[in-house]
């Protein structure tokens, strides 16, 4: 069946500009994480969705960022005024669970360049 | 809170060659513990994961696991590598309780397969 995909691709942006990034997990999957991948590193946790409610947001970096999961399916993630340090993969993962060792099935990724 | 160290950032093997990745974890008692496999241009793939019981886990494309409590590791094997293993390879823990969606990943080894 259909994996996790994520849109776009690939994002050039401009300092200071405003980006989207949008996730579609697996058909019934309750839950929704995103994360966050810089260059040599690990994925970071950003936020964590069951439902459509944002259960943990602990991982988001400053007020800059924010995501919706409005009707418990797809997923935005928004970034404002975005800042060069802003560029790196983010990575999205669904789950049917949550939690207790729930295998997370992750996105391609958008590869976000903020210029 | 839980962290994650992937000693060799880089390892080099042949192909027919067996192979090992480390992974070192730090948790207060046994996590949840995760293999996932990151090919160019492609989502983080989990090849095994461990819950509990049989500490040799058995995982996708010949790859297994063995989880050391006394040594708090979880090392990937594999007998025979393959050219079309070379990829990034991620060891993740989860939490047992309190925030247990939340996976924290090392840093990734990078595989080159020489033919």
């Known amino acids: 069946g259909a994996g996790v995909s994520q849109t776009p691709s690939n994002k050039v942006t401009e300092k200071g500009k405003y980006v989207e990034l949008r996730c579609d997990p697996i058909s019934g999957h309750t839950a929704l994480y995103w994360y966050r991948q810089s260059l040599g590193q690990g994925p970071e946790f950003l936020i964590y969705f069951q439902g459509t409610g944002a259960a943990d947001d602990s991982g988001l970096p400053n007020d800059r960022f924010f995501a919706v999961r409005p009707e418990g399916s797809v997923s935005t993630l928004k970034i404002q005024r975005t800042e060069r340090g802003d560029s790196a993969v983010y990575l999205c993962?669904?789950?049917?669970?949550?939690?207790?060792?729930?295998?997370?099935?992750f996105g391609p990724g958008t590869r976000l360049l903020v210029l | 809170a839980q962290s994650v160290t992937q000693p060799d950032i880089h390892i080099t093997v042949s192909e027919g060659a067996s192979l090992e990745l480390r992974c070192n974890y730090s948790y207060g008692a046994t996590p949840y513990l995760f293999w996932y496999v990151q090919s160019p241009g492609q989502g983080l793939q989990l090849l095994l994961k461990?819950?509990?019981?049989?500490?040799l886990v058995q995982g996708i494309k010949g790859f297994e696991a063995e989880f050391k409590r006394s040594q708090s590791s979880f090392n990937l094997r594999k007998p025979s590598v393959h050219w079309s293993d070379a990829a990034e390879y991620f060891c993740a823990v989860g939490a047992r309780g309190g925030s247990n969606y939340k996976l924290t990943f090392g840093k990734g080894t990078l595989l080159t397969v020489n033919p």
């Open positions: 993962a669904s789950s049917l669970l949550a939690g207790g060792g729930e295998t997370q099935y």
């Open positions: 461990y819950f509990s019981g049989d500490t």
